[in-house]
């Protein structure tokens, strides 16, 4: 199978319902036969673009060959792309002020917005699945054949709705909304762990702006900048949002300050201590039950997607 988010993206994604475009709702690759092999042996082929590995690889382990998966990683790309850009810029105009250059570039390099890209990817089909007479409320546009007819960023949905397709469209832009912040208070906790840890290895920037500061510098006026927009999206949410990911916080700093007692007990089992490896290979072996993992909003975040509700409209959106 292909090792690529692209494929992550079409597994966790949840397909389309029996009679809503599968291949095997016509007789086509049920079972294990040549059509499924088929397309076990096409997943593999590094030759061709992976997106539609990802989906050839989803339908040899599954038998439904879910092409909607490849229509909605894109749109999440593109509107993953436009709020990284959006951040990056208020970043840089910071960067610029801060350091007096003419042309600030700065990225972070993270996977960290994973969790985020596939809720996203979630509620897209989830809108889509419940919008009528072939309106597309993601993209604002009637024509769902190949992902023609529009985008993400210039969503412009006719005025002559229905209540339904009006209900998908705003629903879609809660979403994008609610990742807005989600993205941002991701990376403002990662960064901040970075710094703290001395790790500095994922800010990128350029020339001129590398001459004219510590990398140091550049990421705490970085993450600063972060933490502001973080906090005034905050102000658009109820206060228990913000309860919410104090208390994740919380959790994520006190991590934090048990990091020394654990590089210290990792640094004694690499020295060979008698027992030791032994020792902390068996509390790590241990399975945890997923009830009791910790979701935090800094470094190696995780995200659980709940199943849609089957009775109207979620009225709040969660990551």
């Known amino acids: 199978m292909v090792d690529d988010d692209t494929e992550r993206f079409a597994a966790r994604v949840p397909g ?3 009679g809503r475009g599968t291949m095997s709702d016509v007789g086509v690759g049920t079972g294990d036969g040549p059509v499924r092999r088929l397309a076990e042996w096409g997943a593999r082929r590094d030759s061709l673009p992976t997106s539609l590995r990802a989906v050839l690889g989803y339908y040899a382990a599954t038998g439904e060959f879910d092409s909607q998966a490849v229509l909605l990683k894109r749109r999440v790309d593109e509107t ?18 801060e350091f007096d250059v003419a042309a600030a570039t700065f990225r972070y390099e993270t996977k960290l917005t994973l969790p985020a890209e596939l809720t996203l990817g979630y509620l897209y089909r989830q809108a889509t699945e419940r919008a009528t007479g ?29 209540a339904t397709n009006r209900e998908a469209v705003a629903f879609v832009d809660r979403a994008e909304g609610v990742t807005d912040l989600i993205v941002k208070a991701l990376l403002d906790g990662d960064m901040r762990d970075a710094i703290n840890d001395a790790e500095f290895e994922d800010f990128e920037v ?6 004219a500061a510590s990398i140091q510098r550049v990421a705490e006026v970085a993450q600063e900048t972060l933490r502001a927009e973080t906090e005034r999206l905050f102000d658009r949410y109820p206060d228990e949002v913000r309860a919410a990911y104090d208390r994740a916080v919380d959790i994520s700093e006190s991590h934090q300050d048990e990091d020394d007692a654990f590089r210290a007990t990792l640094r004694d089992a690499r020295a060979g201590e008698p027992g030791l490896a032994t020792r902390s290979s068996r509390r790590t072996s241990t399975p945890r039950s ?13 995200c659980r997607i709940s199943k849609p509700s089957t009775t109207g409209w979620a009225s709040s959106t969660t990551a």
């Open 206 to 211: 350029n020339d001129e702006l590398s001459r």
């Open 290 to 302: 997923p009830a009791t993992t910790t979701r935090s909003p800094t470094r190696n975040a995780t």
């Open 80 to 97: 993953m792309d436009r709020l990284l850009a959006d951040l990056y810029e208020t970043v840089e105009t910071a960067l610029e002020a």
């Open 16 to 18: 389309p319902p029996r």
């Open 134 to 162: 072939r309106f597309d409320p993601v993209t604002g546009t009637r024509s769902r054949l190949f992902g023609l007819g529009g985008d993400t960023a210039n969503r412009t949905p006719p005025p002559n709705l229905s």
